[in-house]
């Protein structure tokens, strides 16, 4: 009597614990899916669904071919399990079935059929290897993209330009990307454009992009490489020959002299504060290679390897705080900056276009 008054008495709080939980589980997905569709909108899908260049489509190709098979083999096997399990239950009065040790032309035949499905699979996948391994041109555009903890370094040897996180390439012609790691194991990777290559360090690796159609397109860090590896990212503009050759002229040249009172402060400070250890901003100071190149970076649309905008809230609350902006990343200013520091460097930093 008494566990059954325990009982009564703890089922509508337990059934209430469970519907709290439910209702919890249901916003807490729809708050999900909401930020999923609000992270969609507005930027360029960073997907290989959307190929814009023949190694990208190769590549989605294959994809397809082994997702289908993929998806085939899955219902076939998960049929057959459903149907055995349903046709064969046991039923009441059953008996212990008919016990077999090993059937041959069964196992003969699950031996043959994966092996048929892999070596079609080899059969599609090669042929995408090799074509994918070309080798670029002689007159390609050469660029090496060398990968930092945590960002990306774009050097043009033939024309001398240096930049950080964001890669120009002139449209329908070849660049052959020349892959380093400055530090540990990156992976170099914009699904629009093709596949993913690793960049090793102490390791040189050549692949080509040859652009078939303007734009900007995402690409990031796809092999884990420490603390701020997810927030390792660049882009990719493609644009127009006669754009392509502005911007590189431009990107040569050093930087621009500040004007303002304000901004002449800030360049007084990039030895003082520190960051002149770590950066060259061109004319002013070129010792500095453990962090991007800032001679134009003013010119760029984001900054902290595309994780913040390029703007002035964004370049205060980034010196005032790097390792709160970006957990884990190297820029370890020595001293912390004042309120009137930050105004001058962030006036000084917008000036650099
Ligand atoms: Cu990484």
Known sequence: MRALMHGTHLRPSATGAVQRVIRRASLGAALLLAALVLA???????????????????????????FWA??????????A????????????GDSLPAQT???????????????ILVVLLAAFTV???FANAQEPEDDA?????????????????????????????????PAAIIIKSEDVLHSFWVPALRGKLDMVPGRTSVFRILPEQTGTFPGQCAEFCGTAH?????TVVVEEPDEFDAWAAHQLTDRVPPTTELAQAGEALLTPAGCALCHTIRGVTDIGTIGPDLTHVGSRAHIAANTMGMSRTDLEHWLSDPTGMKPGNLMILPRPLTDDEIEALTEYLMGLK
């Open 81 to 92: 399990l459903l149907y055995t399990i349903f046709r064969y239950r046991r039923r009441r």
């Open 70 to 79: 993929g998806l085939a083999v899955f219902v076939v096997v998960e049929g």
């Open 141 to 173: 555009i050469r660029v090496e993209a060398i990968g930092h903890q945590w960002w990306f370094e774009f050097h043009y040897p033939d024309l001398g330009v240096v930049t950080a996180n964001e890669l120009h390439l002139p449209v329908g012609k």
């Open 127 to 129: 042929p995408v290897i």
């Open 101 to 115: 040790h090993g059937n041959l032309k069964l196992e003969i035949g699950w031996t043959i059929a994966p092996t």
């Open 40 to 66: 969609a909108c507005g930027v360029t899908p960073q997907t290989i669904l959307e190929p814009t260049t023949e190694a990208a489509r190769a590549s989605h190709w294959l994809f397809l071919v082994v």
């Open 230 to 234: 997810a927030l390792m990212r660049f």
